[in-house]
């Protein structure tokens, strides 16, 4: 897990499963929560609610697991909402690896 940037990404939905592949994890913002969209060691894809920790330390999962990003971006884990949804309301920000949160 890495630290949220502080400027916020110019990215497109149709971007955003690019930005995913190159990168393996962005924060997403919508209203006032923020989830981490992250692979698991490049063999599935989760959020999870970065408001929620367990006792490691690390953000609990809020959605299922899936192995690929397509269908990561068809799941319904913002409030029945999936990210093609709630895009127009979310921004979007990259996750700094190595530092901590």
């Known amino acids: 897990?890495?630290?949220i940037a502080s400027?916020?990404?110019?990215?497109?939905y149709d971007g955003l499963a690019d930005y995913l592949h190159a990168n393996h994890?962005?924060?997403?913002?919508?209203d006032s929560k923020v989830y981490y969209i992250t692979d698991v060691n490049y063999e599935a894809?989760?959020?999870?609610?970065?408001s929620i920790r367990n006792?490691?330390?690390?953000?609990?999962?809020?959605?299922?697991?899936?192995p690929t990003v397509d269908e990561f971006l068809t799941l319904p884990f913002v409030n029945g909402h999936t990210i093609k949804e709630?895009?127009?309301?979310a921004s979007f920000y990259a996750s700094t690896k190595g530092v901590k949160s």
């Open 45 to 50: 894809w989760r959020a999870q609610d970065t």
């Open 55 to 66: 006792s490691k330390n690390h953000f609990v999962d809020c959605s299922d697991l899936v």
């Open 7 to 12: 400027e916020k990404l110019d990215i497109s």
């Open 25 to 30: 994890s962005v924060y997403m913002k919508v």
């Open 86 to 89: 709630v895009f127009p309301e």
């Open 1 to 3: 897990m890495g630290k």
